[in-house]
């Protein structure tokens, strides 16, 4: 199970939380210096913004678990379990002809997404003098068939950004947490307590209450099996008749979660602050507690089929603005004056366009039908036609391609091998290749499976005063020679301008899917490197049911392309976790349990056999 570790020490019941709150942010420097600080979530440094508590909780790493991340980020850039190549930047747009938003490089940008959060926070309003009421974007579904039932999977309509507050915010370039609709939260060993912001309420007026923070957690774990977020650390056993016990609304803004054992904060604040409520009582309380009273399997299959079969078109919502109405082509919502950051907020209606496709997306950008898009791919040939007024902004997802390793097949389970086809490869070059002009992908520095790269994060903070004993492998260049050697150390020699070994020539095809055009153009550039070296490579793409459906699955390849980190997470033992530990690593690229790698921190291990997934499961365990 991922993160267990049944010798974990509690950690004090002083959450970290309410140790900043106490000791303040000029104290906060001086009482954790030398200790660092993360899945996405949102937002900015602490505003003015009239929120429940703006001091805002610095993710503070301590130092016991940065040096496990660290040695973790050892292991990996000296075995190379996977080879990260890139980080991706998602492209966000805003209109300022009208409109009053951040700089692109303001540190305000870096948030999922810049049209959710700026408009709460008041950082994008109206310009003085303008005539606009309406901020206007686009939605992939029908108006008119969106619903807005999370549990349901199907056309959850983009007004949801608008209409539901998320627990808490975090700004991926400060690595800060901030509270939202949740203003506190308390760890006390395996008990989490969550208070609702003050003054929070739903559409209709209804207060936000503890039991439908406690409801939301609940049906997630009922819809997931107690398999994904926060539920291999609820329900460890899966049992599902345990959910009543573990989540309760415990006050009238309280809920609280019993955990199956300590887990650290970070982790957990990671899951936690993405959640976007939507359990209102009175949409939802009925199905909650049908599947809380059903007593046999069937029973919970039939409430559960209850609940995802349920359409929500016209959702009671918390956020600062409410449904209005919906048709074929827009969706609208309107300023909810009872939001608690109401006062703050400069935007009348907002309003979601149906536009299906990218093509419709750039052109309603380019000709002013839009005022901005959260994420969307643009080439450079449609960016040139944008007017000046609409800004580009670049924002980390924490996440990017590399090349995954079969384990089983030879050369590939030989780190030396792998060791070669790093210092080949021109990681700058790929990249720039991949991101079309864009600037959408970062090439990774220090293959490590640390992210980061955007924001400075990786050598400024997690690997801060050991980045010297970290090997590069050559960023922007061909480390031919040092290749050369380790290929020769494995038993290679090159004849005729190829490396061969016992007569057989070294052949690495590049298998990935063929519709996924960044990676095609990434794979295409790593091939010729490896071609001009001597190894035979050729680009392997495949349509997408193939790929994905056989050859990666099935582990027909030698190298083949993958996400290197975790999709939905930024903080480092979600990515450790991927890569060693989950079920791609473990049943796709049949990655050992053990590796030989130096060590980095004595304190850590004392020996160079080391099992990486003991090193995460420590890592998911509190602070002592």
């Known amino acids: 199970m991922p993160g267990i570790n049944d010798g974990a020490k509690r950690r004090s019941p002083l959450s970290r939380r309410r140790f900043v709150l106490g000791l303040g942010t000029a104290g906060i420097s001086a009482t954790l210096a030398g200790c660092g600080g993360k899945e996405r979530t949102e937002t900015d440094t602490p505003t003015d913004d009239g929120g429940p508590d703006d001091t805002g ?103 949801r950004r608008a209409m539901f507050d998320r627990f808490m915010r975090k700004n991926l370039a400060t690595q800060e947490y901030h509270p939202y609709l949740i203003s506190d939260w308390e760890i006390d060993g395996t008990t989490v307590t969550l208070t609702v912001r003050e003054g929070q309420t739903w559409h209709n007026g209804d207060p936000v209450t503890g039991k439908e923070v406690a409801n939301h957690i609940k049906l997630d774990l009922y ?51 993405p959640i976007q409520l939507r359990a209102h009582e009175g949409t939802y309380g009925e199905f909650v507690q049908a599947l809380d009273d059903a007593e046999t399997e069937e029973e919970r299959s039939n409430a559960l089929g209850n609940l995802t079969d349920f359409t929500d078109p016209e959702p009671v919502g918390n956020g600062p603005w409410k449904w209005e109405d919906a048709d074929t082509q827009r969706t609208l919502v309107t300023k909810y004056e009872g939001h608690p950051d109401a006062d703050q907020i400069d935007i009348p209606e907002i309003e979601y366009l149906y536009k299906p496709k990218n093509q419709g997306r750039w052109q309603s950008l380019i000709n002013g039908e839009t005022d901005g898009s959260a994420t969307l791919f643009v080439p450079s040939n449609q960016t040139q036609r944008f007017p000046d007024h609409m800004q580009t902004s670049l924002i980390s997802r924490h996440w990017g391609m590399g090349i995954v390793f079969n384990h089983n097949k030879e050369p590939v389970d030989d780190p030396r091998v792998r060791k070669a086809i790093a210092h080949v490869i021109d990681r700058e070059a790929t990249a720039k290749n991949s991101g079309a002009g864009t600037g959408s992908k970062v090439a990774v520095t220090y293959p490590s499976g640390l992210t980061g790269e955007f924001t400075g994060n990786i050598e400024g903070h997690w690997l801060d005063g050991v980045t010297d004993e970290f090997d590069t492998y050559g960023r922007s260049e061909k480390q031919t020679e040092k290749a050369a050697e380790l290929l020769r150390e494995a038993g290679f020699e090159k004849q005729g301008g190829t490396w061969q070994k016992d007569g057989e020539a070294l052949e690495l095809p590049i298998y990935g899917p063929a519709g996924f055009s960044d990676w095609v153009a990434a794979a295409e550039t790593m091939v010729s490197h490896l071609q001009d070296f001597g190894i035979k490579a050729e680009p392997m793409m495949q349509d997408t049911s193939t790929y994905w459906g056989g050859t990666y699955v099935e582990g027909n390849y030698k190298l083949a392309l993958q996400g290197w980190a975790n999709y939905d997470q930024s903080h480092p033992y979600f990515h450790y976790d991927w890569v060693f530990n989950s079920g791609d690593a473990t049943d796709y690229w049949n990655m050992p349990s053990e590796f030989e790698a130096p060590i980095l921190h004595d304190q850590v291990r004392d020996g160079e056999t080391v099992t990486p997934t003991d090193l995460i499961s420590e890592l998911s365990a509190p602070e002592e």
């Not at 990260?84 to 951040?102: C, G, H, M, R």
């Not at 810049?114 to 579904?141: C, H, I, M, N, V």
């Not at 019993?258 to 604040?269: S, T």
């Open 57 to 159: 909780t610095p993710e503070q790493i301590e130092s016991v678990s940065r040096t496990t991340i660290q040695e973790l980020a050892y292991i990996t850039n000296q075995t190379l379990p996977v080879l990260p190549i890139q980080e991706k930047l998602a492209q966000s747009f805003q209109a300022t002809d009208d409109w009053n938003v951040p700089a692109s490089d303001s540190d305000k940008m870096q948030v999922y997404w810049p049209t959710s959060w700026l408009p709460r926070t008041g950082d994008w309003s109206r310009k003085e003098g303008g005539d606009e009421d309406r901020l206007t974007f686009a939605q992939w579904a029908v108006p008119e068939d969106s619903q807005y039932n999370v549990w349901n999977g199907k056309n959850d309509g983009e007004a």
């Open 223 to 273: 819809n997931s099996g107690g398999a994904g977020g926060l539920g291999p650390y609820i329900l460890p056993e899966k049992d599902m008749n345990k959910i009543p016990e573990r989540v309760q609304g415990t006050g009238d803004r309280t809920a609280k979660i019993e955990l199956g054992w300590p887990v650290n904060e970070d982790i957990l604040l990671s899951l936690l602050a």
